[in-house]
């Protein structure tokens, strides 16, 4: 597949270049509508809706000692803002910024080309399948707001022909360490971003190598720092993927009747199938790591290397009831054929040591309501498909290819290691993907009618060259 490895955005002309300069009015509008977002997301989700993985980060926050069963930059990070204000408010107002931020650059950006509709943009923000999850202080949020607003700010650059300022480039970087830091499973969407940020530079603009060489340099500086800045002294591991793999050793005991799980375990729950079949369910681990036979987490490095073994050993010797498990898990967490989204967010802050609280109030209480009045919103495969018909369409139009292939490739390549390694039908383990999606339908729409306005204005006339990278 081409993509325009040796056009630099910098020596394109305005006609064909990345996305055509022109000055317009009404910028008052995208601020009132974002500034208006922001606000309305304040008074819904104040002081930050906590679950129980919030209230466990926040509490290695307060100890200074970081639990890596989550990635601990999120905790680590949490511990600064808590010394300026104590709670999730801090965490909450970031991540609130970084949304409307970036929904506000990303209009500014594409009014350039297609003139004032692109005011109304930010108005996105207010769909229930982005807004609802903002409230909860989450690492799946703090990485999709920060990969959003880090995109936006290069589509913007991007929109003006022109490379980053220093500003802008120090934004882009610490937001890719950070995005890393809270959720290192990212690191297989970042190397996209990252390329598209050279292009958008206009380095090596005749060298695809040389554009790769640095990408993998970018992505090897981000991945050293992110793990760098917290200390090694204060994480405690635990490997966060023992859940996965006693949940796939459970769904090949269940389907074949041959017990593969490891000793420790066994140990706990007997070796009875018809027990073993009721702490089985599609979507989630829950039944079996923190049910009747709990706690069977473990930190012993002699257990972990016996379940990793029984974990190897059970998929090459049932590899077909492997697959049709992680099918069916994967199935679920798109929620493809389901008639309702996954349980995820939810209005509330658990009980906690710290005594905070929230209060529900008309906002909350409407978008609390979202998902069981309106389910497609919250649906990844939707967002999935609608986003693969935006790319399609732009490379058959020929507009903004580069992009699209990135930011695209960006969201499915976040989105197949889920196949293996998603615990749960949680559709905010995605939630990244549905910025990509709905960022690439808005261009796509938009060019599609910024041509067909052209062909109804100009008559016979033949219409403006589009856009290509």
């Given at each position: 597949?081409?993509?325009?490895?040796?056009?630099?955005?910098?020596?394109?002309?305005?006609?064909?270049?990345?996305?055509?300069?022109?000055?317009?009015?009404?910028?008052?509008?995208?601020?009132?509508?974002?500034?208006?977002?922001?606000?309305?997301?304040?008074?819904?989700?104040?002081?930050?809706?906590?679950?129980?993985?919030?209230?466990?980060?926040?509490?290695?926050?307060?100890?200074?000692?970081?639990?890596?069963?989550?990635?601990?930059?999120?905790?680590?990070?949490?511990?600064?803002?808590?010394?300026?204000?104590?709670?999730?408010?801090?965490?909450?107002?970031?991540?609130?910024?970084?949304?409307?931020?970036?929904?506000?650059?990303?209009?500014?950006?594409?009014?350039?080309?297609?003139?004032?509709?692109?005011?109304?943009?930010?108005?996105?923000?207010?769909?229930?399948?982005?807004?609802?999850?903002?409230?909860?202080?989450?690492?799946?949020?703090?990485?999709?707001?920060?990969?959003?607003?880090?995109?936006?700010?290069?589509?913007?650059?991007?929109?003006?022909?022109?490379?980053?300022?220093?500003?802008?480039?120090?934004?882009?970087?610490?937001?890719?360490?950070?995005?890393?830091?809270?959720?290192?499973?990212?690191?297989?969407?970042?190397?996209?971003?990252?390329?598209?940020?050279?292009?958008?530079?206009?380095?090596?603009?005749?060298?695809?190598?040389?554009?790769?060489?640095?990408?993998?340099?970018?992505?090897?500086?981000?991945?050293?720092?992110?793990?760098?800045?917290?200390?090694?002294?204060?994480?405690?591991?635990?490997?966060?993927?023992?859940?996965?793999?006693?949940?796939?050793?459970?769904?090949?005991?269940?389907?074949?009747?041959?017990?593969?799980l490891p000793e420790y375990i066994i140990e706990r729950t007997g070796t009875d199938i018809e027990a073993l079949k009721k702490l089985y369910i599609v979507g989630s681990?829950?039944?079996?790591?923190?049910?009747?036979?709990?706690?069977?987490?473990?930190?012993?490095?002699?257990?972990?290397?016996?379940?990793?073994?029984?974990?190897?050993?059970?998929?090459?010797?049932?590899?077909?009831?492997?697959?049709?498990?992680?099918?069916?898990?994967?199935?679920?967490?798109?929620?493809?054929?389901?008639?309702?989204?996954?349980?995820?967010?939810?209005?509330?802050?658990?009980?906690?040591?710290?005594?905070?609280?929230?209060?529900?109030?008309?906002?909350?209480?409407?978008?609390?309501?979202?998902?069981?009045?309106?389910?497609?919103?919250?649906?990844?495969?939707?967002?999935?498909?609608?986003?693969?018909?935006?790319?399609?369409?732009?490379?058959?139009?020929?507009?903004?290819?580069?992009?699209?292939?990135?930011?695209?490739?960006?969201?499915?390549?976040?989105?197949?290691?889920?196949?293996?390694?998603?615990?749960?039908?949680?559709?905010?383990?995605?939630?990244?993907?549905?910025?990509?999606?709905?960022?690439?339908?808005?261009?796509?729409?938009?060019?599609?009618?910024?041509?067909?306005?052209?062909?109804?204005?100009?008559?016979?006339?033949?219409?403006?060259?589009?856009?290509?990278?």
């Amino acid at each position: 597949m081409q993509v325009d490895a040796n056009i630099s955005p910098r020596s394109t002309n305005t006609a064909s270049g990345a996305l055509a300069q022109r000055r317009i009015d009404s910028s008052w509008l995208i601020f009132v509508i974002c500034f208006s977002g922001f606000l309305f997301s304040l008074l819904a989700f104040f002081p930050g809706w906590m679950s129980p993985d919030s209230v466990g980060q926040y509490n290695d926050a307060k100890l200074g000692r970081y639990v890596d069963w989550h990635p601990v930059m999120m905790a680590w990070w949490w511990a600064k803002l808590d010394k300026l204000y104590a709670g999730p408010a801090l965490m909450l107002m970031q991540n609130l910024c970084l949304y409307w931020g970036a929904w506000c650059l990303l209009a500014h950006s594409l009014k350039r080309s297609y003139g004032n509709i692109a005011s109304l943009i930010p108005l996105l923000g207010f769909l229930p399948g982005t807004l609802y999850l903002l409230g909860e202080i989450w690492k799946d949020v703090c990485f999709a707001t920060s990969m959003f607003f880090a995109w936006s700010i290069l589509i913007n650059a991007y929109a003006q022909n022109r490379g980053l300022g220093w500003i802008e480039r120090t934004f882009v970087l610490l937001l890719s360490i950070f995005s890393f830091g809270v959720k290192t499973n990212g690191i297989t969407a970042m190397p996209f971003m990252l390329y598209f940020w050279i292009y958008v530079e206009g380095w090596f603009p005749k060298s695809t190598l040389q554009r790769l060489v640095t990408c993998a340099v970018l992505c090897v500086a981000v991945v050293l720092t992110a793990t760098l800045a917290v200390p090694a002294k204060d994480i405690v591991k635990t490997s966060p993927l023992q859940y996965t793999k006693t949940y796939d050793l459970l769904a090949i005991s269940v389907e074949t009747g041959d017990i593969v799980l490891p000793e420790y375990i066994i140990e706990r729950t007997g070796t009875d199938i018809e027990a073993l079949k009721k702490l089985y369910i599609v979507g989630s681990n829950n039944p079996l790591f923190y049910g009747t036979y709990a706690p069977i987490m473990t930190t012993d490095e002699l257990k972990l290397g016996l379940l990793h073994q029984a974990w190897i050993t059970a998929i090459a010797k049932h590899p077909k009831a492997y697959i049709r498990h992680r099918l069916a898990h994967f199935r679920e967490l798109t929620r493809f054929g389901s008639p309702y989204p996954a349980t995820t967010a939810a209005p509330v802050i658990v009980d906690n040591p710290w005594g905070f609280s929230f209060s529900a109030n008309s906002f909350s209480q409407w978008l609390g309501n979202q998902p069981e009045r309106h389910p497609a919103f919250f649906f990844p495969w939707i967002y999935i498909l609608v986003m693969l018909g935006a790319i399609i369409g732009l490379f058959t139009m020929k507009a903004h290819r580069l992009l699209a292939f990135t930011m695209g490739a960006s969201a499915v390549c976040f989105i197949l290691p889920h196949f293996i390694i998603a615990p749960a039908s949680d559709f905010r383990y995605l939630y990244y993907s549905y910025f990509c999606s709905i960022s690439l339908t808005l261009i796509t729409a938009l060019e599609i009618l910024r041509r067909t306005s052209l062909i109804y204005f100009r008559g016979k006339e033949a219409p403006l060259q589009p856009h290509v990278d």
